[in-house]
């Protein structure tokens, strides 16, 4: 499903018409993509955060457009998000809304919230600049599973692990598309990946993806900030490099609406800013690592907070 909706959208996007596709949406929704953490008493899957890691893994192999992430949050609390009958967007971004003229609804904000369209490196992640933030509403419902931390809390630690996992599966994607076009493109009498200069590339992009699995996967069972903040800041790494890597494997191809490296390397610059940047990441990790020393207990007490 996910697959040819991607490919689907590549064209979408070259012309300019709607990023979201509200039937595919409405199927993910069926699927229970976006009820995949809800009890299943409030008509959810009834699963968890390791679960969910699996499912945007996916997603982000796929290169699947729109506020994925957002919208997983938003069920239970934004009517119709379970269901994939509304797109729900979110502030994840400093200063900047993604998807805000085709959303439903924005995350823990009023309706009404407006901006002004910018320039977006992905042609499939529009944005728009958004007046700064008013104070949050105290009579917003946590997310299923935000155990006692603040719903803006509980939805920032998880948007920072699902994106991971959206990182995750495009690194793992890149990869792929390397090995594959390495062992076909032949030049000088055999096929590049026979170069010792290619091997090692490719080693690197696997290397760099499975270290950025092992702590995705970590974070998703232990459900800890600071471990979500560690495995955001690899999978931004992996996701961001691998893709570079790819394009440099690929030569002038890369760039082409043919190929899908250059939608991966764009993407993943977007994502890289979504919910914890790489400076709110080592933050967070510099404080976990200074209670330790100095025989701090509170593990979660270092909340992601917002720039």
């Given at each position: 499903m996910v697959g040819g909706a991607a490919?689907?959208?590549?064209?979408?996007?070259?012309?300019?018409?709607?990023?979201?596709?509200?039937?595919?949406?409405r199927e993910l929704g069926a699927a229970g993509f976006f009820a995949l953490r809800l009890p299943e008493a409030a008509g959810g899957v009834g699963l968890g955060l390791p679960e969910a890691v699996l499912v945007f893994e996916e997603a982000g192999r796929a290169l699947l457009p729109g506020p994925l992430v957002a919208t997983h949050l938003a069920a239970g609390v934004v009517e119709g998000a379970a269901e994939g009958k509304a797109v729900v967007t979110a502030r994840d971004l400093p200063g900047l809304v993604a998807y805000l003229a085709e959303a439903d609804a924005v995350l823990g904000e009023p309706a009404g919230l407006v901006g002004e369209p910018v320039a977006s490196a992905d042609p499939l992640t529009p944005l728009h600049r958004v007046p700064a933030r008013a104070a949050a509403a105290d009579s917003v419902r946590a997310p299923a599973g935000g155990g006692s931390a603040s719903p803006q809390d509980a939805w920032r630690r998880e948007g920072a692990l699902l994106t991971a996992a959206l990182q995750l599966g495009s690194a793992l994607?890149?990869?792929?598309?390397?090995?594959?076009?390495?062992?076909?493109?032949?030049?000088?009498?055999?096929?590049?990946?026979?170069?010792?200069?290619?091997?090692?590339?490719?080693?690197?992009?696997?290397?760099?993806?499975?270290?950025?699995?092992?702590?995705?996967?970590a974070a998703a069972v232990t459900g800890a900030a600071a471990d979500a903040a560690g495995a955001k800041l690899l999978a931004d790494e992996a996701a961001v490099r691998n893709a570079r890597d790819c394009l440099q494997v690929h030569g002038g191809m890369g760039f082409t609406w043919e190929a899908d490296v250059h939608l991966h390397l764009k993407r993943a610059w977007v994502r890289a800013e979504q919910w914890v940047t790489v400076a709110e990441a080592e933050e967070l990790l510099a404080e976990e690592l200074l209670q330790e020393v100095t025989g701090g207990t509170q593990r979660d007490a270092c909340p992601i907070t917002e720039s």
């Amino acid at each position: 499903m996910v697959g040819g909706a991607a490919a689907a959208d590549g064209g979408t996007a070259a012309g300019g018409g709607a990023v979201v596709d509200r039937d595919l949406w409405r199927e993910l929704g069926a699927a229970g993509f976006f009820a995949l953490r809800l009890p299943e008493a409030a008509g959810g899957v009834g699963l968890g955060l390791p679960e969910a890691v699996l499912v945007f893994e996916e997603a982000g192999r796929a290169l699947l457009p729109g506020p994925l992430v957002a919208t997983h949050l938003a069920a239970g609390v934004v009517e119709g998000a379970a269901e994939g009958k509304a797109v729900v967007t979110a502030r994840d971004l400093p200063g900047l809304v993604a998807y805000l003229a085709e959303a439903d609804a924005v995350l823990g904000e009023p309706a009404g919230l407006v901006g002004e369209p910018v320039a977006s490196a992905d042609p499939l992640t529009p944005l728009h600049r958004v007046p700064a933030r008013a104070a949050a509403a105290d009579s917003v419902r946590a997310p299923a599973g935000g155990g006692s931390a603040s719903p803006q809390d509980a939805w920032r630690r998880e948007g920072a692990l699902l994106t991971a996992a959206l990182q995750l599966g495009s690194a793992l994607r890149t990869t792929e598309l390397a090995v594959e076009y390495a062992g076909r493109r032949e030049q000088f009498g055999r096929p590049i990946g026979g170069f010792q200069a290619v091997k090692h590339l490719c080693a690197q992009m696997l290397v760099r993806a499975e270290l950025a699995r092992a702590a995705v996967y970590a974070a998703a069972v232990t459900g800890a900030a600071a471990d979500a903040a560690g495995a955001k800041l690899l999978a931004d790494e992996a996701a961001v490099r691998n893709a570079r890597d790819c394009l440099q494997v690929h030569g002038g191809m890369g760039f082409t609406w043919e190929a899908d490296v250059h939608l991966h390397l764009k993407r993943a610059w977007v994502r890289a800013e979504q919910w914890v940047t790489v400076a709110e990441a080592e933050e967070l990790l510099a404080e976990e690592l200074l209670q330790e020393v100095t025989g701090g207990t509170q593990r979660d007490a270092c909340p992601i907070t917002e720039s």
